[in-house]
């Protein structure tokens, strides 16, 4: 056991830079802040300062304590000289370990630091990513201390790359309501890891939805009320309890419904399973809300390529009544249905945007020259732009009253395919700028009749040959790229990282499933991804259409 233990310790040393791995989990006491991630297996604990350490070592070894959030980051701390002012929670730079230079000049009074940059998470944990190729300098000044060199001035945040980065930060989603109150909207955000429960909670009492998401959800917790303290506790009987002041118990009975409803969703990311607003030390009454579920109906909607429109059930395709019809008269080349199935939005073989309704009703709606594909919205309109004019974004009432959207897509020259998430109050869209394809996302806002898009908030600078998205769920939109003949599926994280994986040979269509992908290819093939494998659905598809969610 010696050995096997020593021979995983010098890996960690290797692997982790000097840093070792010590366990985290197992029992909490009551009143002692919970544990944000029951999964998380060690935490880490870096060196200090060596003695005789030059200025240049000093500083690498100052960037490497950023790793070790404990007690406030005080490891980092040991590498300040007294008296220094260095605030670690300002920001994360998110980096190559490869790339990262440190560089004294001749007296060692000063070190710059290169790096290639990757992402950052600002102050109240929303991430970033950088534009490729994107290079920072970090400049600090050291004097001897007691004849060791140390830190005399120094950036606020820290500094960790990118295999490190999610082992000491972990993502937690802060739970708004839409404007309906109707919907669970997650705000993506990233906390050290032994703070989770905390930061989070913070945030969402006393923070602000991330900027370019504000104006398009709403909070349920009043601006004037604040936590009592800034930590989560845990009840002898292991219920997390959120401390709050005398002001809440003025409050009426559908405002605390809801904000135990944004609580205990916000905190199930952090690991907590059962949460309790408290005033004094008293349980406040309060209930959870049902919500209306975002999910996607497990049979695929199509189009056949004998015209038949309805929900694949095996080999078999059912007609949606009177709807199927009206679509099927329309002759689509795409197809999105609301949740409830009574309207269609479909993009006709002519380039025209139109409706079809559950009464067997149809509307001719928009007519400009290169539609894309439109999408519903969560009141029932179907949002409708030119690929070349991003700025002439419309939304129409099913039967063809339109409404301009303001500030769609500033600085972009093209929009290549958009969609409105399904709890309403976001679109991702392909976009092209300075001839770069980009992914971007916006919040809807709603200001009396008027209906604008938020600051657009990129989730990737380059998606080079992107040609179609889709929302795989509440925070994972889904993009399929082609370089070079070869089609890659990119799974962007709505405030995180993503990955890249395979599809199909000649996919062309995408679309979020209940638990999965599909992927319509050229062929006519409807493929559906089941673990990281592709399963044939269907063959002789000509259209997947895209479900706004699920009647049940």
Same mark, same amino acid.
């Given at each position: 056991? =010696?050995?096997?233990?020593?021979?995983?310790? @010098?890996?960690?040393?290797?692997?982790?830079?000097?840093?070792?791995?010590? %366990?985290?989990?197992?029992?909490?006491?009551?009143?002692?802040?919970?544990?944000?991630?029951?999964?998380?297996?060690?935490?880490?604990?870096? /060196?200090?300062?060596?003695?005789?350490?030059?200025?240049?070592?000093?500083?690498?070894?100052?960037?490497?304590?950023?790793?070790?959030?404990? /007690?406030?980051?005080?490891?980092?701390?040991?590498?300040?000289?007294?008296?220094?002012?260095?605030?670690? #929670?300002?920001?994360?730079?998110?980096?190559?370990?490869?790339?990262?230079?440190?560089?004294?000049?001749?007296?060692?009074?000063?070190?710059?630091?290169?790096? $290639?940059?990757?992402?950052?998470?600002?102050?109240?944990?929303?991430?970033? %990513?950088?534009?490729?190729?994107?290079?920072?300098?970090?400049?600090?000044?050291?004097? #001897?201390?007691?004849?060791?060199?140390?830190?005399?001035?120094?950036?606020?945040?820290?500094?960790?790359?990118?295999?490190?980065?999610?082992?000491?930060?972990?993502?937690?989603?802060?739970?708004?309501?839409?404007?309906?109150?109707?919907?669970?909207?997650?705000?993506?955000?990233?906390?050290?890891?032994?703070?989770?429960? $905390? *930061?989070?909670?913070?945030?969402?009492?006393?923070?602000?939805?991330?900027?370019?998401?504000?104006?398009?959800? =709403?909070?349920?917790? %009043?601006?004037?009320?604040?936590?009592?303290? #800034?930590?989560?506790?845990?009840?002898?009987?292991?219920?997390?309890?959120?401390?709050?002041?005398?002001?809440?118990?003025?409050?009426? #009975?559908?405002?605390?419904?809801?904000?135990?409803?944004?609580?205990?969703?916000?905190?199930?990311?952090?690991?907590?399973?059962?949460?309790?607003?408290?005033?004094?030390?008293?349980?406040?009454?309060?209930?959870?809300?049902?919500? =209306?579920?975002?999910?996607?109906? %497990?049979?695929?909607?199509?189009?056949?390529?004998?015209?038949?429109?309805?929900?694949?059930?095996?080999?078999?395709?059912?007609?949606?009544?009177?709807?199927? /019809?009206?679509?099927?008269?329309?002759?689509?080349?795409?197809?999105?249905?609301?949740?409830?199935?009574?309207?269609?939005?479909?993009?006709?073989?002519?380039?025209?945007?139109?409706?079809?309704?559950?009464?067997?009703?149809?509307?001719?709606?928009?007519?400009?020259?290169?539609?894309?594909?439109?999408?519903?919205?969560?009141?029932?309109?179907?949002? $409708?732009?030119? *690929?070349?004019?991003?700025?002439?974004?419309?939304?129409?009432?099913?039967?063809?009253?339109?409404?301009?959207?303001?500030?769609?897509?500033?600085?972009?020259?093209?929009?290549?395919?958009?969609?409105?998430? +399904?709890?309403?109050?976001?679109?991702?869209?392909?976009?092209?700028?300075?001839?770069?394809?980009?992914?971007?996302?916006?919040?809807?806002? *709603?200001?009396?009749?008027?209906?604008?898009?938020?600051?657009?908030?990129?989730?990737?600078?380059?998606?080079?040959?992107?040609?179609?998205?889709?929302?795989?769920?509440?925070?994972?939109?889904?993009? @399929?790229?082609?370089? /070079?003949?070869?089609? +890659?599926?990119?799974?962007?994280?709505?405030?995180?990282?993503?990955?890249?994986?395979?599809?199909?040979?000649?996919? =062309?269509?995408?679309?979020?499933?209940?638990?999965?992908?599909?992927?319509?290819?050229?062929?006519?093939?409807?493929?559906?991804?089941?673990?990281?494998?592709?399963?044939?659905?269907?063959?002789?598809?000509?259209?997947?259409?895209?479900?706004?969610?699920?009647?049940?």
């Amino acid at each position: 056991m =010696k050995r096997a233990f020593a021979g995983l310790s @010098l890996l960690l040393v290797l692997v982790l830079s000097a840093c070792t791995g010590l %366990p985290t989990t197992g029992y909490v006491n009551p009143g002692r802040g919970p544990e944000g991630d029951q999964t998380q297996q060690f935490a880490f604990v870096p /060196d200090g300062p060596l003695e005789d350490a030059s200025p240049a070592e000093i500083v690498e070894g100052f960037l490497r304590a950023g790793s070790g959030p404990a /007690d406030d980051w005080a490891t980092a701390k040991l590498f300040l000289a007294p008296g220094t002012q260095w605030d670690p #929670r300002a920001r994360v730079t998110i980096d190559r370990l490869a790339d990262r230079r440190a560089t004294a000049v001749p007296d060692g009074t000063s070190v710059g630091v290169q790096l $290639s940059t990757i992402a950052g998470v600002d102050a109240d944990g929303a991430y970033s %990513p950088a534009v490729s190729g994107a290079t920072e300098t970090l400049s600090f000044t050291l004097a #001897r201390v007691d004849d060791q060199w140390r830190i005399t001035s120094a950036p606020d945040g820290v500094v960790l790359y990118e295999e490190v980065f999610p082992t000491v930060y972990q993502a937690a989603s802060v739970a708004y309501f839409d404007p309906t109150w109707s919907f669970i909207v997650p705000d993506v955000r990233w906390f050290p890891r032994p703070l989770v429960a $905390s *930061r989070v909670t913070t945030a969402l009492v006393d923070g602000q939805p991330s900027a370019w998401l504000s104006g398009a959800v =709403k909070n349920a917790f %009043p601006d004037g009320l604040s936590l009592v303290g #800034r930590s989560v506790t845990l009840s002898s009987s292991g219920v997390a309890q959120v401390q709050l002041p005398q002001a809440a118990l003025s409050l009426d #009975r559908t405002t605390l419904d809801r904000m135990q409803t944004q609580l205990t969703r916000s905190l199930a990311t952090a690991g907590i399973s059962e949460v309790q607003m408290t005033v004094d030390g008293t349980p406040i009454a309060a209930t959870e809300l049902p919500v =209306k579920a975002t999910r996607v109906d %497990p049979s695929p909607a199509v189009l056949t390529t004998d015209g038949t429109f309805g929900v694949l059930s095996g080999e078999t395709v059912e007609t949606i009544p009177t709807l199927s /019809d009206a679509v099927e008269s329309l002759a689509p080349t795409s197809v999105e249905l609301e949740a409830d199935r009574s309207l269609a939005a479909v993009l006709t073989q002519q380039g025209a945007v139109a409706s079809a309704l559950a009464d067997g009703g149809t509307f001719l709606l928009d007519d400009r020259a290169g539609l894309l594909p439109p999408s519903i919205d969560a009141t029932g309109e179907i949002w $409708s732009v030119p *690929r070349s004019a991003p700025s002439q974004l419309r939304a129409y009432t099913p039967q063809g009253v339109p409404r301009d959207i303001g500030n769609a897509w500033p600085d972009a020259s093209e929009v290549v395919s958009f969609q409105i998430s +399904r709890d309403g109050t976001r679109v991702a869209a392909i976009v092209t700028v300075a001839g770069v394809r980009e992914v971007w996302l916006a919040g809807i806002v *709603r200001e009396g009749n008027a209906v604008s898009l938020g600051p657009p908030h990129v989730l990737s600078f380059s998606e080079p040959g992107a040609f179609d998205l889709a929302w795989l769920d509440d925070t994972v939109v889904g993009v @399929l790229t082609s370089v /070079d003949g070869a089609a +890659r599926l990119d799974e962007l994280n709505v405030g995180g990282r993503g990955t890249v994986g395979p599809v199909p040979e000649s996919a =062309k269509a995408i679309a979020g499933g209940s638990a999965t992908v599909r992927i319509l290819d050229d062929s006519g093939r409807l493929f559906s991804r089941r673990g990281s494998s592709w399963t044939l659905v269907a063959s002789d598809i000509r259209v997947l259409a895209v479900q706004q969610g699920t009647t049940s």
